[in-house]
């Protein structure tokens, strides 16, 4: 079964500052999509980035990138230049068989 | 901000009740999905769309039911709901599989 693993249940930072959000994923399949998705409070949950498998480039948009390593099954978001409006619950998720697999979730406090 | 709602936003109800959860898209996208997400934590897909007409559920065990007569519409219904169904329900969209899914504002169901 796939598995989607957030180790990191709340962090905070200033304004500003640099942070970096882990994700580990266990998959069997062999092309598969990776995904981070942000809910903020009371607010819809919203895509942040989406890094397809095979591609090794990793994904950027704008301030958030992502740190994948495909060996280590390993899927981290680094959000540079934080804002207070990045204040938020970050969700790990993995695609695999057309059906998304969700971690358990990042609370990300973003301090003025 | 996507083109899908959902209503009602909160909902209380007693035991026992038959309620159905309106979920909406005009964004034209064949898949659909349910997932159920208690508070600050990970979503659980609990039935899809693949299109009008197609059903199916999904991991999380649910009592619940779906119905997809038209392809902009995908509802959920509870027979009769109970305490244990006290949760968030999120609605969501994509084109295809590996797409991004748009979400809804979900639904907030308290039952008594």
């Known amino acids: 079964a796939q598995t989607v693993t957030q180790s990191q249940p709340e962090m905070s930072v200033q304004e500003a500052e640099t942070v970096t959000l882990s994700c580990t994923y266990d998959?069997?399949?062999?092309?598969?999509?990776l995904f981070w998705y942000k809910q903020p409070p009371s607010r819809q949950m919203i895509l942040v980035i989406r890094?397809?498998?095979?591609k090794q480039q990793n994904a950027t948009e704008n301030r958030f990138s992502v740190n994948f390593q495909k060996a280590a099954k390993s899927f981290s978001l680094k959000i540079s230049d934080s804002q207070l409006g990045d204040t938020a619950m970050y969700f790990c998720?993995?695609?695999?068989?057309?059906?998304?697999?969700w971690g358990a979730g990042t609370k990300l406090i973003i301090k003025p | 901000e996507a083109d899908i709602y959902q209503t009602p936003r909160y909902l209380v109800i007693g035991t026992g009740k038959k309620i159905t959860l309106e979920c909406s898209q005009t964004m034209g996208h064949d898949k659909m999905y349910w997932y159920q997400q208690d508070p600050g934590m990970e979503l659980h897909l609990i039935h899809y769309?693949?299109?009008?007409?197609?059903?199916e559920k999904g991991d999380l065990s649910s009592e619940s039911t779906v119905s997809r007569i038209r392809t902009e519409h995908f509802p959920l219904t509870l027979e009769s709901a109970r305490p244990s169904h006290t949760s968030q329900y999120l609605c969501a969209s994509s084109q295809r599989g590996w797409d991004e899914q748009y979400f809804g504002p979900g639904t907030r169901l308290t039952v008594t």
């Open positions: 998959t069997s399949e062999n092309n598969y999509y």
């Open positions: 890094q397809e498998a095979y």
């Open positions: 998720a993995s695609l695999g068989n057309y059906q998304l697999i």
């Open positions: 769309s693949y299109g009008v007409n197609s059903t």
